[in-house]
């Protein structure tokens, strides 16, 4: 029943739409007379005869009607939508750096802004991809992770470090969205990216000056150029009764003598060219003691800078001074029972308190040799802490070197009788003098001279020689040891090193004496070092400026003097 | 330039004190007045006549520098040259003594076999300078 009854209505509706398509044909042909004559004269539409053409005319008529109002609406919709659509891309496009790459991350697009920030044009990135934008060697995987992220259909956003062409850091916000096709296929990502470098450096530039602000020691940045100064600390203004504003407005060597005399173009040069990390100086600053530490750095924006770090050293100073005193101290209190034991020792072994039996000398010798090992142990101890403290005096003349080194060979045949090897001296160039602390030079002569023949094989030679350099000359002490094995190489100037023994050959010695020779050599401005091997033996060499190049141990004494 | 042969040698250490007594007299055949003090010394020197002062630096109560002003103070000692022994090791020691006028500082340990010779010499330097 309820079957007829919907397919009765069907029919009624059906009926009703006909003589309403059929009215509305009617009311079109009068009203449209135009559309009326045509189809009147196409003999397609005769109203009398063929009415069922006449009703499904109008009634295709009145559906285009219809269709074409909707389409005229919906295109104007489009149109709209399009400018809106084109309005927001352009101004995304000029906000951001925009990039669009393919599902493999190879980068088919890039605005203006990107060639801008990266210093690439279009041309030069296009088809690459875009991996080679991240700094670290895991860029490969930072884009493969992004890239599965967004295959799963997810946006991807964070702050990232990029490097543009001139590997200057970018830090940027991005936001990777993917495009997928109408099969649901990842067909492209774009990236819209903005730039937060200055941002970020300005906050990391309130924060480093917060930082240090806070800091102890005085901070001073400058340009290495015009030595202006770009910043300095807390501490340092309220010293120099600077404002952040004054301080922009001066010159570093305003900040006090110090700079002055420290910043010496040979210390500016050996800083900005990067042949040391940073150079250290000692000074007086109003009367304290400071500790200067002068390095290269590099600012935010990538541009160097000079960087000094202003530390008061007194309680250091203080206790280096106790610390000298105490070592001291100990060293007189050792060397007054030392001075009984060798006085007996030597007058027993001279026989003026009558002669000794063989046995009984040969204990002597024993002992005699072990109170001399223990007063080197006391001498040395009591050397490394005065370099260490600064308190080594230096009293620097005009030495030539020829009368010096006959000197040294002299001094030290001792060594040469007790090991049974030879010094030979070789004339050094005419006119080879130094300005040094002949004393002092003299200690590290007879440690080098005293290590070449303790290693030398009996009735060997050791070389002494001297080589002009240039601003330099090098004085070289040469035998024909065993070498020095390469485990020993490093370390061989630290404190208490000794090299390892070779071929069972034990020798005596307080490990202090090449790290005291070094020192020596280091405060006259020159350096020392040695070339070995198992069948040329080894050479120990020192080079000091020559007489008129050499200022530096009169300041190094006058640092060490003015610190007390 | 008279012939060096009385020496007084003050030292409070009685172990160097007999080191020393036999270097120089015995090694050195000098003529050696001990004193274990400056007090000692500043009593005892007059009547020796020493030729040379032969001091050691760090005493207790009065040390080497403070008996030698005493004692040269005194118008027989006057012009009596003094050599210091010192363990003090440091340079600045040295030249302090020196600058103030004595003729030679010897660091201990001395050699006991060579003492006897570094007081010749010094002594013939001075007095040939």
Known sequence: MEKHISRL???????????????????????????????????????????????????????????NNKVKKQTIILDRKSKVIDGQAQAISAHSIVSVTDPQAKIIEVNEKFEKA?????????????????????????????????????????????????????????????????????????????????????????????????????????????????????????????????????????????????????????????????????????????????????????????????????????AEELKLQSVSMVSHELRTPLTSIKGALGLLKSGVMGPLSANVNNIVEIAERNSNRLLLVVNDILDIEKLNSGKMEFFPQTVDLNSFLQEATMANNGYAVECGIEFVLTEPPAGSTLHADSDRMMQVMSNLMSNAAKFSPKGGKVTISVKDMGKMLRVSVSDKGPGIPQESHEKLFDLFVQAKPVAGKKVDGTGLGLAIAKKIVEMHGGSIGFETGPQSGTTFYFDLPKAGHAPKVAEIHAFATAAE | MSDLTKILHVDDDDDIRQIALVSLEVVGGFNVHQCSSGKQALDEAEAFAPDLLLLDVMMPEMDGIETWQHLIAKESLAKTPAIFMTAKAEDSTSKKLLDSGAIAVITKPFDPMQLADQLRKAWNDYFAS
């Open chain 1, 9 to 67: 209505t069907v029919l009624s509706c059906m009926i009703a739409g006909l003589y309403l398509a059929a009215f509305y044909t009617f009311q079109l042909s009068t009203s449209l007379p135009a559309i009326g004559v045509s189809l009147k004269e196409s003999g397609l539409f005769n109203g009398s005869v063929n009415s069922i053409w006449a009703v499904q005319l109008a009634f295709l008529a009145t559906l285009l009607l219809f269709r």
């Open chain 1, 118 to 318: 990266f210093g690439y044009t279009s041309a030069e990135v296009i088809g690459r991809n875009h991996s080679f934008l991240y700094p670290t060697t895991n860029g490969t995987s930072q884009v493969s992770k992004i890239s599965s992220r967004l295959k799963s259909g997810k946006t991807w956003s964070g702050q990232e470090r990029l490097l543009a062409k001139d590997n200057s850091i970018l830090i940027v916000q991005s936001t990777s969205l993917p495009i997928f096709d109408e099969n649901g296929k990842h067909v492209r990502t774009i990236e819209l990216r903005t730039d937060v470098t200055k941002q970020r450096r300005s906050e990391s530039e309130k924060n480093l000056a917060s930082i240090m602000d806070t800091m102890p020691e005085e901070i001073y940045v400058y340009d290495p150029d015009n030595l202006n100064v770009l910043y300095v600390n807390k501490k340092a203004r309220a010293r120099l009764g600077w404002t952040r504003r004054i301080a922009l407005k001066s010159h570093i060597q305003e900040a006090g003598n110090v700079f002055a005399e420290m910043l010496t173009p040979s210390l500016l040069e050996t800083v900005k060219s990067g042949k040391e990390p940073e150079t250290c100086a000692e000074a007086l600053l109003d009367g304290t003691p400071v500790e200067l530490i002068t390095r290269l750095n590099h600012g935010l924006d990538g541009e160097p800078v000079l960087v000094t770090f202003v530390r008061d050293i007194s309680e250091r100073k203080h």
